[in-house]
């Protein structure tokens, strides 16, 4: 079992920068994939990013495709969300998932362990 803690959250201005971080604990993060989902209020849980095992294959949703980035160093147990250019729209909650093994399609139910969330407010 992992557990998972984020943290980067806060409040920045529509065409700022985030980095979020998602530590996670115990020896094996390896087995993990990975990926970042977002919750605006009143709206479902929604993928934003996600990164294979070993780090070499990364996927988006088509809304952050080319301003956010997820990255991971499993020798520190730890993934990061490069949040760029953000928008009012990517006002949410942002929790860290870990998956084990492959993600076959990346949505909520697929994903086993969850952090309990960062909250990210984009003003205009």
């Known amino acids: 079992q992992v557990q998972l803690v984020e943290s980067g959250g806060g409040l920045v201005q529509a065409g700022g920068s985030l980095r979020l971080s998602c530590a996670a604990s115990?020896?094996?993060?390896?087995?993990?994939?990975m990926g970042w989902f977002r919750q605006a209020p009143g709206k479902e849980r929604e993928f934003v990013a996600g990164?294979?095992?070993?780090?070499?294959?990364?996927y988006y949703a088509d809304s952050v495709k080319g301003r956010f980035t997820i990255s991971r160093d499993n020798a520190k147990n730890m993934v990061y969300l490069q949040m760029n250019s953000l928008k009012r729209e990517d006002t949410a909650d942002y929790y860290c998932?870990?998956?084990?093994?492959?993600?076959?399609?990346?949505?909520?139910?697929?994903?086993?362990?969850w952090g309990q969330g960062t909250q990210v407010t984009v003003s205009s």
């Open positions: 998932a870990a998956k084990v093994g492959i993600v076959v399609r990346p949505i909520r139910e697929n994903y086993d362990y």
């Open positions: 115990g020896p094996t993060f390896g087995i993990y994939s």
């Open positions: 990164v294979s095992r070993g780090g070499g294959t990364t």
